[in-house]
């Protein structure tokens, strides 16, 4: 039971790229979905949200209009599209379910009870 995030890469500022996150042992429907990075030697952060099922979302103020997070739950699989990448981004991006909130928002980031962590997959954003 987990969600496997994929789709990472090296990337010239400016640059896009599209990460994946794919539920496995469980229906990533019944949760809101949170993308986290963490970048060499700082803490893990909060990048985006996207709801259970309203479809409403949340994103961190340093990757808005640049970052739009989606998903398709007959799939099993929310979608985070980067673009106009920064150095700044590099990190290992991560995705997990929150088990306590069912929505977020504008001001509403992920909680705290977050579970079903995979590996992660790397970004680094450089020329």
């Known amino acids: 039971v987990q969600l496997q995030a994929s789709g990472g890469g090296l990337v010239q500022p400016g640059g896009s790229l599209r990460l994946s996150c794919l539920a496995s042992?469980?229906?990533?429907?019944?949760?809101?979905i949170g993308w986290f990075r963490q970048a060499p030697g700082q803490e893990r952060e909060v990048v985006s949200c996207i709801s259970r099922s309203d479809g409403s979302t949340y994103y961190a103020d340093s990757v808005k209009g640049r970052f739009a997070i989606s998903r398709d739950n007959a799939k099993n699989t929310v979608t985070l599209r980067m673009s106009s990448l920064k150095p700044e981004d590099t990190a290992v991006y991560y995705c997990?379910?929150?088990?306590?909130?069912?929505?977020?928002?504008?001001?509403?980031?992920?909680?705290?009870?977050?579970?079903?962590w995979g590996q992660g997959t790397l970004v680094t954003v450089s020329s």
């Open positions: 997990a379910a929150d088990l306590e909130r069912s929505r977020c928002g504008e001001n509403r980031p992920p909680s705290s009870s977050l579970a079903y």
């Open positions: 042992g469980f229906s990533l429907g019944d949760y809101a």
